[in-house]
């Protein structure tokens, strides 16, 4: 895909124009962890999905955006202490993802709405665990100042987005899960891992709007 010769690559307003282009269809692609996991226990046969969305904020730092992610809490029962994006469960009282992911980024980094634009939407990515995520896209504005919610969140960072869509950057780990093989994308960043689930949803962000 390519953006105006006068836009840098890495830019919010390239980002904006990506995802406004990203029309889909959707339905004809079948994102999550078992694309890369074929046949594993963990993704075969019947299961109950639960759905949940997560918001990617695209900062807009010039010439060279950045995203934020966050730690989750070591408290946490699940994926306790791994980098993600703003999100979660889908309430019944939220009128679309949207308004989950964006509910989800208020109350986990206090992130100010009035500073969020959303510009698009990835197709839903299906975790091992038993989730189908719809990511979010937004932009967001400098100037806003984030409240973290310690019960949820031990810290909130940016990474660059010209890193993020770096193929270079998206390695493969493996680990045995349930006496089987588990492959994973791994994206190590400073002192903070990137991996897993939010990889994924990465990679395909890479797939989708800069491949």
Known sequence: MTAGASVLPFSAEDFRRRAAIDHGPHERFDYGDHSFNPGHPRVTGPRTLRDAAVLIPVVDRGD???????????????????????????????????????????????????HVELVGRMPDYVS???????????????????????????????????????????????????KQMWVFYDMPYGEQRIWGVTAGIIRTLYERLYL
Do not use: C, W
């Not at 992610?69 to 889908?90: C, D, M, N, W, Y």
């Not at 995520?133 to 960072?157: K, T, Y």
């Open 64 to 114: 060279e955006a950045s995203v934020i992610l966050t730690k989750r809490a070591e408290t946490l029962s699940s994926h306790s202490g791994q980098v993600a994006f703003p999100g979660g469960r889908i309430d019944p009282t939220d009128a679309s993802p949207e308004d989950a992911a964006l509910r989800e980024a208020q109350e986990e980094i206090g992130l100010d709405l009035s």
């Open 128 to 178: 091992g665990s038993g989730y189908r995520i719809a990511p979010v896209l937004s932009v967001v504005r400098p100037g806003f100042r984030l409240a973290l919610n310690q019960h949820e969140v031990d810290a909130a960072f940016e990474v660059p987005l010209r890193f993020l869509m770096d193929p270079a950057n998206h390695k493969q780990s493996s680990r045995e899960f349930n």
